[in-house]
């Protein structure tokens, strides 16, 4: 994370929603602008994402919350294109939020407020870039007593706890699924992952494309990850506090300090070990750019599929009180996104037999509410996202989850209601918003409709995307 400063001015053209974009620098910073179907807006975006060793993106703050821009500038192609995620997007704008989640890994320390999405105290950040703490753990403790052991060093740490702290950034695998009670983002160095959230594998990528973030678990598909075993490990190969100068020549001596001896003479001394045995491919999620293979493949071209799970599957298991929970919200989170039916049944199933405190738990709650919604039963789905609700009752989406339910039990009035606590909670959540002047428009109050929407895009600080 970074000031935005000044940064590659251009123009772009999003063929998908015929949506034009325009970036300029001015005297208060870089300004996105977008026109699409003769409307436009524009915003003022103060922060960078990324190192730039791929691409830059973008975050502006609006009052106390963040969002993400749809652009990201793609310094090895030198353009401007789509940021991950938008490539489809029908109608791309400045206010997608931005969750601590997301800039977890990008920041040294975020200061996000409780019970909301994409709201920060100000400054939102005490540090921009990641810190030491980040790996190493509490510098506070170390500080008050700085002798050895008392700050973490991972290549000291069993073998669990010392690939976290990699694996905290470098592994997302298909989706993650927080404890009961836990975050994402609770993770410190010295624990293992699991005790915070879990992370599942599996859904074997299209041949020849990588996923962004997912070095770990390519590393572990490698041979000779497999025949290392814990031996091996990130920092077998990489120094994390310093990028070589010579790249090239730095990884092959980390090659050869194993393999120079199974070697013929010949092939040692070619000088490129990684161009053949871990090439740049295309990201299937998204990216427009290339990432290292870190499967080391002795043929990439014919890559060894031993290892890789046929379904959802945990990275490392969690503890035993949550694996099931776990599971299940995983089956759930990818079946609805995915729309696979099968494995929403599946998760479902196993939530019916989870023990009664478990399922009373917003999370499980919230996901029964889902399935239970997209299976048109609306009635049903609003007792269980009651019940999520009244466990967070100043969380704004669960508010609009419960309002969707009602509006599909044709509850009008009572959607209505609960739409307005969540805009009342969170005056730019845009889902609440939107649903909120429709409720108002179908109601037949066009005059409290208009004023919403007005209030709202004063808020935003950006012009409305309306006719000229």
Request: net charge positive; glycine share 8%.
């Amino acid at each position: 994370m970074s000031a935005a400063g000044l940064q590659p001015e251009g123009a772009f053209e999003h063929q998908f929603s015929h949506t034009k974009f325009t970036i300029r620098n001015t005297q208060g910073g870089a300004v996105q602008h977008l026109e699409r179907r003769g409307s436009s807006e524009y915003m003022l975006f103060q922060y960078a994402i990324g190192s730039g060793a791929h691409a830059f993106g973008y975050l502006a703050q609006v009052g106390d919350h963040l969002f993400q821009s749809p652009l990201s500038y793609y310094t090895l192609r030198k353009q401007w294109d789509m940021a991950p995620g938008y490539e489809n997007d029908r109608a791309p704008n400045f206010l997608r939020p931005v969750t601590q989640e997301c800039v977890f890994c990008h920041s040294g320390v975020a200061r996000p407020i409780r019970q909301t999405i994409n709201s920060y105290e100000s400054p939102p950040f005490n540090a921009l870039g990641i810190t030491c703490e980040r790996c190493h753990g509490s510098a506070e403790r170390h500080l008050k007593n700085p002798v050895p052991g008392s700050i973490v060093n991972p290549a000291r740490s069993p073998a669990a706890q010392r690939d976290s702290v990699c694996e905290q950034c470098h592994l997302t695998g298909v989706v993650r699924i927080a404890n009961a009670g836990g975050a994402i983002t609770g993770f410190r160095p010295g624990q293992t992952l699991e005790a915070n959230y879990t992370v599942y594998v599996g859904e074997r990528q299209p041949d020849g494309t990588v996923r962004v973030i997912s070095q770990a678990e390519q590393l572990a598909l490698s041979v000779c990850k497999r025949r290392s075993g814990e031996r091996m490990w990130c920092g077998t190969c990489h120094n994390p506090h310093q990028r070589p100068a010579e790249p090239v020549e730095y990884f092959r001596k980390r090659c050869l300090a194993c393999h120079a001896a199974t070697l013929a003479a010949k092939h040692a001394e070619l000088g490129n070990c990684m161009a053949c045995h871990m090439p740049r491919l295309p990201a299937s999620d998204g990216g427009h750019t290339a990432f290292t293979d870190h499967r080391i493949s002795r043929d990439p071209a014919r890559f060894d599929t031993t290892g890789i799970p046929t379904g959802l599957a945990a990275w490392r298991e969690p503890p035993a009180n949550q694996r099931d929970r776990n599971l299940a919200l995983a089956l759930v989170t990818v079946g609805l996104e995915s729309q696979d039916s099968e494995k929403v049944t599946r998760g479902y199933r196993m939530i019916a037999r989870l023990p009664s405190a478990q399922r009373q738990d917003p999370d499980v709650l919230t996901a029964v509410g889902n399935i239970l919604l997209i299976t048109k039963q609306p009635e049903e789905a609003s007792k269980r996202f009651a019940e999520a609700l009244s466990l967070r009752p100043d969380y704004a989406p669960y508010e609009v989850n419960l309002a969707a339910a009602l509006l599909e039990s044709n509850r009008l009035p009572e959607s209505i209601k609960h739409l307005e606590r969540a805009v009342q909670l969170d005056p730019l959540l845009q889902k609440a918003v939107s649903m909120l002047a429709s409720g108002y428009q179908r109601e037949g109050d066009t005059e409290k409709a208009t004023e919403l929407i007005s209030r709202y895009r004063s808020a935003t600080g950006i012009s409305s995307l309306k006719s000229r």
